[in-house]
């Protein structure tokens, strides 16, 4: 394509709508317009451009703020969706998601569930919509940012008639004193204007930078974008749950083995109305306050080589308070304190005794997560375990069963034998029940009683993507600032046919830019430049 | 200290009502104000009002924030009062760019009604839960309200610009949706006198009643009951039987408080249009005669402006970070979380529309309209109704 040359000799790329360096309007259509268009100087940009390949109508898609406005407002109705209903992972894990959302909220829950909004934001569609927000991001950038930076910096200070004359801000006076210009342009100076002097015509600028905001602050975004993407590589992000019940050593997952970390204690503890007693009030209204939840833990470090089966040798790294908010960090890791379970059976004890002296013959202490198959009291009496189940219950088929690995529940079949039973006697002991399935024993486990551990839950969390994160926000931050605290304003004050001619423009907030041009030309024989939109509607017309 | 501090809340609350007083009368006294400059004495003792009523309420801060050890941000009375606190200090420094009365003419009402509202709930220093307990809280808390607050001026002066510019001789739909503001703003009003009311009558009714999980339990209702509990028995002799029965999934006591609130918003409404004979922004017309809408037009975009950074950095950013080291991870999607993330949403489009031409001027003063909706539902709607980790429970 031809570039264009422009009467002031500066060559413009094709599409440019008004010069450059001086300002002339090039653009037929826009010629009659009385005010110009100022937005991207009348650059040259591509979307505005070319029409033709698919490259092009995808480009230009892309590039238009409508499109983006769009995007932007259809994600903020979707995620307006997902929060009518809780997302599955706040549900209580009671029953599953495809039962629980018609139960709790009827057809409209179950209407939730079958349109996929109880995981809408990790929907296939709800991540397209942000990865075209980010397509739309850069290449409505680019669009802009180059045209935009050639022509602010191909600008001369000498400008043409047509652009001066069709400013927002203008204004024309005759018989200045040489003295004015001067006075202006000292004003200017102390005003923090960049001053730029040309046969006598005065282009005065501030806040340039301010411009390239709104680009800064999109490329933060970006790299925000990404370092969310970037979750999705192994290796990167890691989370996952440690349950330690007190006093146990467990490896800390995704470490290799090389870390493990013993839970020596967990605490809880509430408030107490009668020392706090400034929360005196809002603790009898609310019942019981939770004041710290905390894991007193150990952290150790292997060393040598990992021995499959052989007990790693440990050192001490550090010990830590973990409490929420205070999580305990070593290399790339984080143990916070998420979850907790009081109380958790640890051992049980049984006696073992005859049924109808009463007379016992030894205890037993069952170390529910380690039972041991054979308990032997002396004397010729001893007792195995013939099945342990932890979390009992009755299967389907009324077979007992375990639900789970913890002792929630748990259920034994005993065989005791004594020397008056060398054969042994089988029973089935679970809470609150037995059964003497071959007939009356002569014997029993009697009960005696049990001990309890806490149990606390720690989530393990690795996120390599974090610093991304961080590099993106502080970018998005730097670029909102700079395009929403400064203006770029511009004055030109000009010689044209004998007169002087006040021309201003800036990128928004106009009436700072007015109190400004009107204090600096104040008591100087230039008049004030006039609002050329003041008089119509203002929303009809732009900046 | 409490007692201190909630002097001097009422001290700085008196003071704002009396400073709004001196605003109208800023704007009556001198007809010929043109927008920017000339603030006349009235003008000059509203400011300073503001100002005095403004310390004062940072002395309601400070002093609680010692008897708490923590600062007062914590509950849905403390951050809302704080809101309040932010809105009238956004007012004060606009106010400085910008000098106009009539701005405080329409910020200060509303930060009036928020701070009323505060304080129809518990009032109570509460303890904080773990989670609570981070700087970074307070940090994030006072931002994100700074941030709000400075976008809530947008929304006042978007209200000027839509009562001067809608044509109030014929009712149209803009009359009628300038109206709905206007009466939600009367029914906030309600809300706080009618609770008021029922209070200083310590009116009390014990309801035993089935919950979704068809558990029985107890609830104490501090209105008389329109709209009662699922199988509701009333236990209090002597009170008001509920009209109509929940069902288990709603909860019929805030569904109460609810319609009290319109019916005493309506009674009231009723109340002005028979003092005033025409609609509400109607009668506020005559104020804003002499303003500039190009102006105003201005101070709203000036605004969401200044406080976009601010919010997104308080909301969204610090927000992060706490949650990150509270809860494991930056971001959860939780409901509140969210709702930030809409609001931020909805501010970057409307920073992108004034890029636009025709989105100046009405439309966007709707627009800053809609976006303080947005504000008021994430404080107000997703606090008492759509329960998450961030609900303050009130
Ligand atoms: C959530 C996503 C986005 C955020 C938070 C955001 C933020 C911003 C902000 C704060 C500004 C400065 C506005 C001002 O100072 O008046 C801006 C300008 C702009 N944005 Fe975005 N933006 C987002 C998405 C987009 C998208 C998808 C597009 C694509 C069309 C886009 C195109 C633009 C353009 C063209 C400008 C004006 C540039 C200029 O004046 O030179 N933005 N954006």
């Known amino acids: 394509m031809k570039d264009v040359k422009c009467e002031c000799g500066h060559v413009n790329p094709h599409g440019t709508v008004l010069c450059e360096a001086c300002g002339k309007v090039f653009d037929e259509q826009s010629k009659d317009k009385s005010l110009l268009d100022m937005r991207y100087e009348g650059s040259a940009r591509r979307s505005q451009t070319y029409n033709k390949t698919i490259v092009d109508k995808i480009w230009n898609f892309f590039s238009s703020v409508k499109v983006g406005v769009w995007l932007i407002i259809v994600t903020l109705i979707a995620s307006a969706a997902g929060t009518i209903l809780p997302q599955e992972m706040y549900i209580p894990p009671t029953m599953p998601a495809e039962e629980y959302y018609e139960d709790q909220y009827g057809w409209f829950g179950k209407l939730y569930y079958e349109l996929g909004f109880n995981n809408l934001y990790s929907s296939w569609w709800y991540l397209v919509l942000i990865a075209m927000i980010g397509i739309s991001l850069v290449i409505c950038s680019l669009d802009r940012v180059v045209p935009l930076y050639k022509a602010l910096k191909a600008q001369r200070v000498t400008r043409h008639e047509g652009f001066l004359k ?13 003295q004015d210009i001067a006075t202006v342009k000292q004003r200017l100076k102390t005003k923090r204007y960049h001053v730029r002097e040309e046969n006598g015509d005065l282009l005065a600028e501030k806040g340039r930078f301010s411009r390239w905001g709104p680009y800064v602050n999109h490329v933060g975004l970006i790299i925000f974008l990404i370092g969310g993407m970037l979750r999705f590589v192994p290796g990167m992000y890691i989370d996952k749950v440690l349950w330690l019940r007190e006093g146990e050593t467990k490896v800390v997952p ?12 967990f605490i809880l503890e509430n408030y107490d109305k009668d020392k706090d007693k400034t ?10 306050v939770v004041k710290n939840y905390q894991t007193n833990a150990v952290l150790y470090k292997r060393v040598g080589p990992a021995i499959p089966g052989e007990k790693p040798e440990l050192e001490k790294v550090k010990e830590h308070k973990i409490k929420v908010n205070q999580p305990l960090k070593f290399e790339k890791f984080a143990l916070y304190q998420v979850d907790y379970k009081l109380d958790e059976l640890n051992t049980m004890s049984f006696s073992l005794t005859n049924k109808a002296s009463g007379e016992t013959f030894g205890d037993i202490k069952i170390n529910l997560y380690d039972p041991k198959p054979k308990y032997d009291l002396g004397n010729g009496y001893h007792v195995e375990v013939l099945s342990f189940f932890p979390d009992f219950e009755f299967a389907k088929n009324g077979e007992p069963t375990t639900k789970s690995r913890i002792p929630n529940n748990p259920a034994f079949v005993f065989k005791m034998t004594s020397p008056e039973v060398p054969d042994g006697e089988t029973s089935f002991v679970a809470i609150q029940q037995t059964i003497e399935p071959l007939g009356d024993n002569q ?16 989530t393990v969390r690795k996120d390599l993507t974090l610093w991304i994160i961080i590099l993106g926000g502080i970018i998005f931050m730097i670029g909102v600032i700079q395009g929403a605290y400064w203006n770029h304003r511009r004055i030109w004050v000009q010689n044209k046919n004998g007169e002087i001619w006040v021309a201003a423009h800036t990128n928004k907030n106009w009436y700072g830019l007015k109190r400004e041009i009107e204090s600096v030309l104040s008591e100087t024989k230039i008049n004030i430049p006039a609002d050329q939109i003041q008089n119509e509607k203002v929303d009809k017309e732009g900046i | 200290m409490v007692t201190i501090s909630s002097n001097l809340l009422y001290i700085a609350f008196v003071l704002y009502l009396v400073a709004t007083l001196f605003f109208g009368g800023a704007i009556k006294a001198k007809k010929d104000i043109e927008g920017k400059k000339g603030t006349n004495r009235w003008g000059k003792i509203a400011v300073f009002l503001t100002i005095i009523g403004f310390i004062s309420q940072v002395g309601y801060f400070i002093t609680r924030w010692i008897a708490a050890g923590h600062a007062p941000v914590s509950n849905l009375f403390e951050f809302t009062t704080f809101f309040g606190m932010c809105l ?25 009604l928020v701070i009323a509202y505060a304080s129809m709930f518990p009032r109570d220093i509460s ?48 009359t009628f949706w300038l109206e709905t503001v206007m009466f939600a703003l009367v029914t906030t009003l309600g809300f706080v006198l009618v609770s008021t009311l029922f209070s200083s009558l310590d009116y009390k009714a014990e309801f035993n009643w089935v919950d979704k999980n068809d558990q029985a339990v107890t609830m104490e209702y501090t209105m008389p009951a329109i709209t009662g509990p699922h199988e509701g028995e009333l236990l209090t002799k002597g009170k008001f039987e509920p009209l109509v029965e929940m069902p288990a999934l709603i909860n019929a006591k805030k569904m109460n408080s609810v319609i009290w609130s319109f019916i005493g918003g309506f009674i009231l409404y009723g109340l002005i249009r028979l003092i005033l ?55 959860g999607w939780d409901p509140k979380e969210v709702w930030a993330l809409i609001t931020w949403l909805f501010y970057a489009a409307f920073l992108h529309l004034r890029l636009s031409k025709g989105w100046h001027g009405e439309k966007s003063a709707w627009l800053a309209v809609i976006g303080f909706v947005i504000i008021m539902f994430n404080l107000v709607a997703v606090n008492l109704v759509i329960a998450g980790l961030h609900s303050y429970a009130g």
């Open chain 1, 254 to 265: 995704e470490t290799d083995g090389q870390y493990y970390v013993t839970n020596e204690k």
């Open chain 2, 88 to 112: 009238v200090g956004a007012f004060i420094v606009i106010y400085y760019i910008y000098r106009t009365p009539l701005l405080g003419l329409f910020t200060m009402p509303v930060a009036i």
């Open chain 2, 277 to 331: 004979r025409k609609r509400i922004s109607a009668a506020l017309q005559p104020l804003v005669k002499n303003i500039n809408l190009d102006f105003v037009d201005e101070i709203s975009y000036r605004s969401v402006l200044i406080g976009f950074p601010v919010f997104t950095l308080g909301a969204l950013i610090f927000a992060m970070i706490w949650a990150q080291i509270a809860w494991t991870r930056f971001w």
């Open chain 1, 443 to 458: 014997y029993k486990m009697a009960f005696k009683g049990i001990e309890t551990k806490n149990v606390t839950a720690l």
């Open chain 2, 127 to 174: 303890p904080l839960i773990p989670a609570l307990q981070s700087d970074w809280l307070h940090i994030h808390v006072t931002t994100a309200a700074l941030g709000e607050a400075i976008l809530a001026i947008s929304f006042a002066a978007g209200l000027i610009y839509l009562v001067k510019v809608i044509d109030q001789s014929k009712a149209s739909k803009r």
């Open chain 1, 279 to 288: 929360f005196e009030a809002a603790i009898d209204r609310a019942g019981m």
């Open chain 1, 166 to 178: 069709r400013q927002r801000l203008f204004g024309t006076s005759g018989n200045v004193d040489v």
